[in-house]
T-cell receptor, first 112, second 113 residues
Framework: KQEVTQIPAALSVPEGENLVLNCSFT??????LQWFRQDPGKGLTSLLL?????REQTSGRLNASLDKSSGRSTLYIAASQPGDSATYLC???????????FGKGTTLSVSS | KAGVTQTPRYLIKTRGQQVTLSCSPI?????VSWYQQTPGQGLQFLFE???????NKGNFPGRFSGRQFSNSRSEMNVSTLELGDSALYLC????????????FGPGTRLTVL
């Protein structure tokens, strides 16, 4: 059974810092991995989608990497801003279909 | 291009009642998936509909059911509500092929008293 773990559960940093969020999964037979952002009480905003054949994806200040063989992904946020404060979730889609299996998330707080 | 919309945004029900939630996907998307989010269990997959057929199902009791219409809009029904059904219910839409990006709606907050 696929399990997704995100470490740390919470992170506080001052504005301007570069930071890394970690995601690990137990079954390497994934179809893709998606990173999301969730603001309190809101829905999920898709940040980056990495197909299993890809190693990384970039969007603005965000860079996500995928190492399928080791069951790991990282989300790198450059020059963090207070507006980046949110919960970040990673999810994998296994080979069986389109269902996403989520980690519990990392809650990020960026102070000005 | 309009995003995924969900109605209603908030619901308060009592135990034993039933509830129906609605989700309208992004235009052109044929797949709609439903997820339950609670503080304890996080986000869990309920089911997925594609072209009016349930294509995938999570590990939830039969009280949770859904359907999809010919215009790809989907409804989720929960019968005989329990306190533990209180959660944020999110739907996601995609084009429907494996590997497609999923886009989420704002969710429906259900409170069961």
């Amino acid at each position: 059974k696929q399990e997704v773990t995100q470490i740390p559960a919470a992170l506080s940093v001052p504005e301007g810092e570069n930071l890394v969020l970690n995601c690990s999964f137990t079954d390497s037979a994934i179809y893709n991995l998606q990173w999301f952002r969730q603001d309190p009480g809101k829905g999920l905003t898709s940040l980056l989608l990495i197909q299993s054949s890809q190693r990384e994806q970039t969007s603005g200040r965000l860079n996500a990497s995928l190492d399928k063989s080791s069951g790991r992904s990282t989300l790198y946020i450059a020059a963090s801003q207070p507006g980046d404060s949110a919960t970040y979730l990673c999810a994998v889609s296994n080979q069986a279909g389109t269902a996403l299996i989520f980690g519990k998330g990392t809650t990020l707080s960026v102070s000005s | 291009k309009a995003g995924v919309t969900q109605t209603p945004r908030y619901l308060i029900k009592t135990r034993g009642q039933q509830v129906t939630l609605s989700c309208s996907p992004i235009s052109g998307h044929r797949s709609v998936s439903w997820y339950q989010q609670t503080p304890g269990q996080g986000l869990q997959f309920l089911f997925e509909y594609f072209s009016e057929t349930q294509r995938n199902k999570g590990n939830f009791p039969g009280r949770f059911s859904g359907r999809q219409f010919s215009n790809s809009r989907s409804e989720m029904n929960v019968s005989t509500l329990e306190l533990g059904d209180s959660a944020l219910y999110l739907c996601a839409s995609s084009l429907g092929q494996r590997g497609n990006e999923q886009f989420f709606g704002p969710g429906t907050r259900l409170t069961v008293l």
